[in-house]
């Protein structure tokens, strides 16, 4: 008698086990592997890649390779929009270490050895712009690299107001 309810209540407990399975496995948020559609190799085509996702004739190799001297300023005229850019850029991405005066005296750089360069010495005012795009995109010996940080086009509005700011009176 006694085996018979524990075979009973074993069986019963199984049951709902089961049940409860079951339940989760029907209410399954997403689909099993074996049941959503299986795609074959090139059964699909393929989405075509937009054109530029893969730089060969121009990009940022291109300008890495390029001797600073020969390396020139896209931009066709310097106007005050420019102008204004590079302003923007400078004041977020430069000021930190190249100081509000554009004297190296930031406040962030002044750990740095050597110090941030003065922008407004005739040095500077005096380099080619692909130099200073150069030294930007790609750092100097403590300068920061960034080229991976600014656009193209920033990093050349930067180089205009750079050298619009002329030498230290
Ligand atoms: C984290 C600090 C830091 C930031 C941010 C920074 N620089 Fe510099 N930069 C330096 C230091 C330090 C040097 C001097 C050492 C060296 O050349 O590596 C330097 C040097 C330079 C030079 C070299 C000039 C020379 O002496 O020949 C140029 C050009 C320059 N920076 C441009 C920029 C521009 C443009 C930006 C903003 C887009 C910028 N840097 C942002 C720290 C910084």
Request: net charge positive; aromatic share 12%; charged share 20%.
């Amino acid at each position: 008698m006694k085996k018979g309810i524990i075979v009973l209540l074993l069986g019963g407990f199984v049951f709902v086990v089961y049940q409860a399975l079951m339940f989760y496995d029907n209410n399954f948020p997403y689909g099993r592997m074996r049941e959503t559609p299986a795609v074959r190799p090139y059964e699909k085509p393929l989405l075509v890649m937009e054109p530029g996702t893969v730089p060969f004739n121009g990009g940022e190799a291109l300008y890495r390779a390029t001797d600073p001297q020969d390396l020139e300023s896209p931009l066709k005229k310097i106007d005050a929009a420019v102008l204004d850019n590079g302003r923007q850029g400078y004041l977020t991405f430069c000021a930190q270490c190249h100081g509000p005066d554009y004297d190296g005296n930031g406040t962030v750089g002044q750990s740095f050895a050597p110090l941030p360069t003065d922008f407004k010495s005739p040095r500077i005012q005096k380099a080619a712009e692909g130099y200073l795009f150069k030294h930007m995109s790609y750092g100097g010996k403590r300068a920061p690299a960034l080229a991976t940080t600014i656009t193209v086009k920033r990093r050349w509005e930067i180089v205009a107001f750079i050298k619009s700011l002329g030498t230290r009176k």
